[in-house]
């Protein structure tokens, strides 16, 4: 038996289901203890390690920008190390030490945290450092002398007066360059609104050292546009602006506007960066590769405190009350309904108990199976009873006939004259008959039903069939009728099919009133003989349709045998079709007759008879 079953009915997926609601319900509980008592020391100990890597780069690339080389570098290295407890080694590119907090032949880690170089950066080691790619603290030639820095210190109080009076607050900034400069509130420089009496210009004016630089910065950037073919119509000239990385504003000052986002403006400002870097190059430290290590540091540990320890036997306990409940949950639903199908497998056969059907899964299923096991079996105790009843009958007829006349003629009170005799013969061919068919079907049920097949032409057995029930068929005034398409070929046993054959013309006839026709047919059919036996009688009750098949059936409940036979007829064929491997149906429509329908493998036809005349 097979019925369709969702799959999440299956008893198998909802025990996987439930070991995996377990397993993920432990292994929740245990990443949240973790998560629990770690998150928050990882999270501090991560914040404060990043911190602290910005803040070294920070200060490693500030040392770098002020001065050539890391020979000086030691000292500071130690002092960082010292006050944050992490080991710190600089680096060249190929590994070779310029100074190392730790001892000498310690192993570096194997990955660099940063690279140290104050002319390419891109972290936030100083404001305005993204920008420019330059950290702002790599000044160069451009810084001032204490005279030029006092100089510009005093004009930059002077604008800042100025701007006072005019109900602008302003501050004073240093630049690492030693420039005074003036900020807003925010430290943003006094880019903005300029009061015309404070316009003087002077404290934007380059002094001679930064004018200096600017002029050799210039002298480089016109050697680079001139190896990129870019010609302007006046000299290049470069503000104080461009070399301070504050601002990404066009670099070229000339008659010639250039748009920002040109592609000589990019060209241009390539140009400037890169002289830049070149004429800040002499003034900063090498290239370098930061290491940084644990040191003594604490390694975020988790805590087997007493606190620690209570929640996690107490997580612990939770998930196996949970499991336990879950797991006799589970058990008790499907135990249940196995142990009524137990106690009513133990039952009398007689009672035929049946259990009720509480779930759609495997146990569901198996529930119904026994259900109509025990409904089957009940239907078989009741045809074995009926087919008793009906064996009994069919006996005690002839059997009670042939014992009275008998009787009566050894009292004498009859004579035995030939047509009591046959009357007796009459009676013990239908006995003969009825054990002949019981035969048949007891040696089909047992499997030793024995066939002698051969090469036969349907046509040639429906003619011999035809032939042996035609004189009768006439004398009760029906016409017999054969219809062969073609010459089909079946691997059979010939007495067997006309047995089979035979049982149904010999049924068609008698459910046939005269006048009417039975017609054999045979043809081929995807690969199949298909026989067809139609009758125009009374036809079938759709409500016997389904009986029909059954060993004592008759359509006519008194048993009269002037209306049907033994009831084995139709039995017997479906045993002998089964045999030959094919299978009979009947279809009938109430006042127009009936259709026996059998369908047995096609045989390959014989080379003898393949151009051979029917």
């Not at 020979?71 to 006050?83: F, K, M, W, Y």
């Not at 067809?532 to 036809?539: I, Q, R, W």
Request: overall charge neutral.
């Amino acid at each position: 038996m097979s019925r369709a079953m969702p799959l999440r009915k299956s008893l198998l997926v909802r025990l996987l289901i439930t070991s995996v609601l377990i397993a993920l319900c432990s292994v929740a509980a245990t990443a949240w203890l973790a998560v629990q008592t770690t998150t928050r020391a990882i999270q501090e100990e991560q914040g404060q390690v990043l911190a602290e890597d910005m803040d070294i780069l920070r200060q490693l690339s500030g040392y770098a920008a002020g001065h050539p080389d890391w020979s000086g570098v030691a000292g500071t290295l130690r002092t960082i190390s010292h006050r944050t407890g992490r080991r710190i080694a600089l680096t060249s590119g190929d590994r070779t030490p310029f100074a190392d907090s730790a001892a000498r032949g310690t192993s570096l880690p194997p990955r660099a945290a940063a690279t140290v170089d104050p002319l390419r950066t891109d972290t936030y080691t100083e404001p305005g450092a993204q920008l420019a790619g330059v950290d702002p603290r790599a000044v160069g030639p451009y810084r001032l002398p204490t005279a030029e820095r006092l100089r510009v210190a005093k004009l930059a109080t002077v604008r800042q007066l100025c701007f006072a009076r005019n109900g602008i607050e302003t501050r004073l900034e240093r630049m690492p360059s030693g420039r005074t400069v003036l900020t807003d509130g925010d430290g943003r420089r006094d880019s903005g609104y300029v009061p015309t009496e404070c316009a003087d210009g002077l404290l934007n004016t380059p002094t001679p050292t930064e004018q200096k630089a600017l002029d050799a910065l210039s002298a480089l950037t016109r050697m680079c546009l001139d190896r990129h073919n870019v010609h302007l119509d006046h000299d290049v000239g470069l503000t104080l602006e461009a070399t301070s990385g504050a601002t990404p504003a066009p670099y070229l000052i000339g008659k010639r506007a250039v748009d920002q986002h040109g592609a000589l403006a990019r060209t241009a400002n390539a140009c400037v960066d890169d002289s830049r870097r070149r004429q800040l190059a002499p003034y900063v430290a090498p290239v370098a590769e930061l290491f940084l290590g644990t040191g003594d540091r604490p390694v975020p540990h988790f805590d087997m405190s007493t606190a620690n320890k209570a929640k996690v036997f107490g997580v612990a306990g939770l998930v196996l009350a949970l499991t336990v409940a879950v797991t006799a949950l589970v058990a008790t639903r499907l135990v249940r309904p196995l142990r009524a199908l137990t106690q009513a497998a133990q039952q009398p056969p007689e009672r035929h108990v049946r259990v009720p059907v509480t779930t759609q899964d495997e146990t569901g299923i198996l529930a119904l199976a026994f259900n109509e096991l025990t409904e089957r079996r009940e239907r078989m105790e009741a045809q074995r009873k009926a087919m008793v009843s009906d064996i009994a009958h069919e006996l005690r007829t002839p059997l009670t006939n042939i014992r009275g006349w008998l009787e009566v003629a050894r009292d004498g009170l009859v004579d035995p004259d030939p047509e009591l005799l046959s009357s007796l013969h009459e009676e013990a061919v239908v006995l003969q008959r009825v054990i002949d068919d019981l035969q048949d079907l007891a040696a089909a049920d047992a499997g030793t039903l024995r066939l002698h097949r051969e090469e036969v032409r349907a046509d040639e057995l429906l003619e011999q069939v035809a032939a042996a029930h035609r004189v009768g068929a006439e004398a009760a005034g029906i016409r017999l009728v054969t219809e062969v398409a073609g010459t089909p070929w079946l691997d059979a046993d010939p007495v067997r099919m006309r047995q089979a054959l035979g049982n149904l013309v010999s049924n068609a006839t008698r459910h046939t009133p005269a006048g009417g026709t039975v017609t054999l047919a045979a043809h081929d059919e995807d690969g199949q003989v298909v026989f067809e036996v139609a009758d125009t009688g009374a036809g079938i009750d759709p409500r016997d349709l389904a009986s029909v098949f059954d060993r004592f059936w008759r359509a006519e409940k008194s048993r009269s045998r002037r209306t049907g036979g033994s009831g084995l007829g139709l039995a017997i064929v479906r045993q002998l079709v089964a045999a030959h491997g094919g299978t009979v149906s009947v279809t009938s429509e109430v006042g127009t007759g009936t259709v026996f329908t059998l369908r047995l493998p096609c045989a390959r036809e014989p080379a003898s008879h393949a151009t051979g005349s029917g």
